[in-house]
């Protein structure tokens, strides 16, 4: 079945950087699109990124463009979101997401992983 | 990128039917038939149970139904059980290329 496991989540301090990290299993990684979301605690849910299936078409929130990186490897099977200048704002749970069909990733997205949590604090 | 306009909660006994709202704009639900509607059970990932304003994924309840008339769509769930408790968002694609969400409907069967 198809499954998404975040990592790297912690905590980290005001300013500095985080690397998480989706493996991808249970389906063909590199012919979907996928995406971040994330929710601070006890918020509603946040779109972060999508990325498409073969890394040429990247999109950001505004809340994170310019410090935020979407990335993949097809090879590993892998999403990425590289975080710098991180604030205290960031602190959420983040979900990484397939899209729910290969050829259009606008039209929703399914599954969604547990969630990984990063924590921006001092 | 404002947010889409939910209702912060919506209450009813079980067997009665619900219907939440979310209203955009024309730059987003107005102009695309890319709503979604996403059910979270508290501590869990959210699920999606609406996809393309009215379709429903494989597994999702025929009880789930969506609909959209101008800026606004909405999500009605009919014979309401217990199992639908929690938290419901819309989200849209935007004209410039990100998606949205509602604020997030909270679901309580009486």
């Known amino acids: 079945q198809v499954q998404l496991v975040e990592s790297g989540g912690g905590v980290v301090q005001p300013g500095k950087s985080l690397r998480l990290s989706c493996a991808a299993s249970?389906?063909?990684?590199?012919?979907?699109?996928m995406y971040w979301f994330r929710q601070a605690p006890g918020k509603g849910l946040e779109w972060v990124a999508v990325?498409?299936?073969?890394?040429?078409?990247?999109y950001y929130a505004d809340s994170v463009k310019g410090r935020f990186t979407i990335s993949r490897d097809n090879s590993e099977n892998t999403l990425h979101l590289q975080m710098n200048s991180l604030r205290a704002e960031d602190t959420s749970i983040y979900y990484c997401?397939?899209?729910?069909?290969?050829?259009?990733?606008?039209?929703?997205?399914?599954?969604w992983g547990q969630g990984t949590l990063v924590v921006v604090s001092s | 990128q404002s947010a889409l306009t939910q209702p912060a909660s919506v209450s009813a006994s079980p067997g009665q039917s619900i219907t939440i709202s979310c209203t955009g704009t024309?730059?987003?639900?107005?102009?695309?038939?890319?709503v979604s509607w996403y059910q979270q059970h508290p501590d869990k990932a959210p699920t999606l149970i609406i996809f393309?304003?009215?379709n429903r994924p494989s597994g999702v309840s025929t009880r789930f139904s969506g609909s959209k008339s101008a800026n606004t769509a909405s999500l009605t769930i009919s014979g309401l059980q217990p199992e639908d408790e929690g938290d419901y968002y819309c989200?849209?694609?935007?004209?410039?290329?990100?998606?949205?969400f509602g604020g997030g409907t909270k679901v309580t069967v009486l």
């Open positions: 989200s849209s694609y935007t004209s410039a290329r990100t998606v949205v």
């Open positions: 393309g304003v009215n």
């Open positions: 024309s730059s987003d639900i107005g102009d695309y038939n890319y």
């Open positions: 249970g389906f063909s990684f590199s012919a979907f699109g």
């Open positions: 997401a397939r899209a729910r069909v290969d050829y259009d990733f606008w039209s929703g997205s399914s599954p």
């Open positions: 990325l498409s299936y073969d890394g040429s078409k990247k």
